[in-house]
Each structure stands twice: as C-alpha cells, then as structure tokens.
C-alpha cells in the first residue's frame, strides 16, 4: 500500500532552520499539505498546494518539493513552534488521503 | 469564519456502532469536501472518508466495510458511521473541512471541528 515516510522526531536549537521531510511515491504527481499539532489541539494547516501559506501563517514557514520528497521548512525557529508535523498527500489517482507519521519538532 | 461543532457517543462497547454528527456554520456547504479523520492515543492521523454536499463520497479502503458518510445539506451537517467497533477503533475523531480555493482544486483541510474522543470497552 501506498505510504508517506517522516522521520520520527528531530530536535533544533531556537534561531536554527528545521526542514522536515515526507517522501512518497507519487508525490512527483500529487500535492503535498503540511499540519501542525500541539498537544491536545485539533492539526492547523500550514502549507496546501506544496508551497502555498494560508493567511495567518507566519512567513517562517515554507513548503517544497523535489521528486518523491516534500519538504517543510522553518526558519528561524521558536520555542512556539514545538509540535507534531504531519505530511498530507493523495494515492496516485488522487482519490484516498494519505498521511505521514508524523514528525515531533522538539526545541532545545 | 467557518466553524464546525460535532457531537456524539463517546463511551461505546464493543461491536457497537458508532455515530457522530457535525453542523457547520458559516461559510459555503456547496463546493466543498467533508471529512472525517481519526486520531489514535498518541498516534498520527488516519483519513477515514469524505462526502460532497451531492452525497458522492470517498472512503478509506481499510476502513470501506464498516464506514458510512452521509450528508444534509438542508441543515448544513454531515454525519459519520461506523459499525463494528473495536477497541482498535478508540481515538479522537474529527470532522474537517476541505477547501478549495479554486474549483476543483483541492487546498488541504483548513478548519477543524473539536474533536471527540471516542473510547471503546467492554
């Protein structure tokens, strides 16, 4: 079955550049989504069409891709931006909706 | 700005059914994708299926035999079954909205209802 791959967790010191990845097969086709969750809180969208940033989300946010991978970067991270990352994508027929595992950001 | 408040049983035995409405409020019902996405304790997030406001629905291939998305368009709700339940199946479950900020193209799930944890034992 189809899958979206993400490292479990990685930790970064605040002012640094965190970039987490999602790699899948058919994302060379598909976009890709990015949301975080805090703890005890519903997911926030923070990346839709690979790169595009709804209103409200801070510019330190970005959103790529290059072949089978996505990627989310932040730059110049904050204590606030401690949370659960999840990549969101589609199958190869863009019907089901696939997630990532998830990522874990810790700030040092 | 678009709310959605949903509700249901949340304490449910196993092999009961389970059942979940939530109303939107706020915002077009037309155009747009409903959807359900679970959440199992300290787990990632797992898409469960999607109505439209014409009723046409998607659904997750593991979970097709038991799920049920149905749709009232006249009172701006839409609601989720789910037969058969396991305690596999406890988590918090949502309902989202699935934007779409140029037709036809869809632009992630952008509100989020609150959440019900649902727990099943006997």
């Known amino acids: 079955s189809y899958e979206l791959t993400q490292p479990p967790s990685m930790s970064v010191s605040p002012g640094q550049t965190a970039r987490i990845t999602c790699s899948g097969d058919a994302l060379p086709n598909q976009y890709a989504y990015w949301y975080q969750q805090k703890t005890g809180q519903a997911p926030v969208l923070m990346i839709y069409l690979d790169s595009e940033r709804p209103s409200g989300i801070p510019e330190r946010f970005s959103g790529s891709t290059s072949g089978t991978t996505a990627t989310l970067t932040i730059n110049g991270v904050q204590a606030e931006d401690e949370a659960a990352y999840y990549c969101?994508?589609?199958?190869?027929?863009?019907?089901?909706?696939?997630f990532g595992g998830g990522t874990k950001l810790t700030v040092l | 700005q678009v709310q959605l408040k949903q509700w249901g049983a949340g304490l449910l035995k196993p092999s009961e059914t389970l059942s979940l409405t939530c109303a939107v409020y706020?915002?077009?019902?037309?155009?747009?994708?409903w959807t359900w996405i679970r959440q199992s304790p300290g787990e990632g997030l797992e898409w469960i299926g999607e109505?439209?406001?014409?009723?046409?629905?998607n659904y997750n291939p593991s979970l097709k035999s038991r799920v049920t998305i149905s749709v009232d368009t006249s009172k701006k709700q839409f609601s989720l079954r789910l037969t058969s339940m396991t305690a596999a199946d406890t988590g918090v479950y949502y309902c989202?909205?699935?934007?779409?900020?140029?037709?036809?193209?869809?632009?992630?799930?952008?509100?989020w209802g609150q959440g019900t944890l649902v727990t099943v034992s006997s």
């Open positions: 706020g915002g077009s019902f037309s155009s747009l994708y």
């Open positions: 969101q994508s589609t199958d190869s027929s863009g019907t089901y909706v696939m």
């Open positions: 989202v909205r699935g934007a779409m900020p140029v037709p036809g193209t869809f632009g992630g799930f952008d509100s």
């Open positions: 109505i439209n406001h014409i009723g046409n629905t």
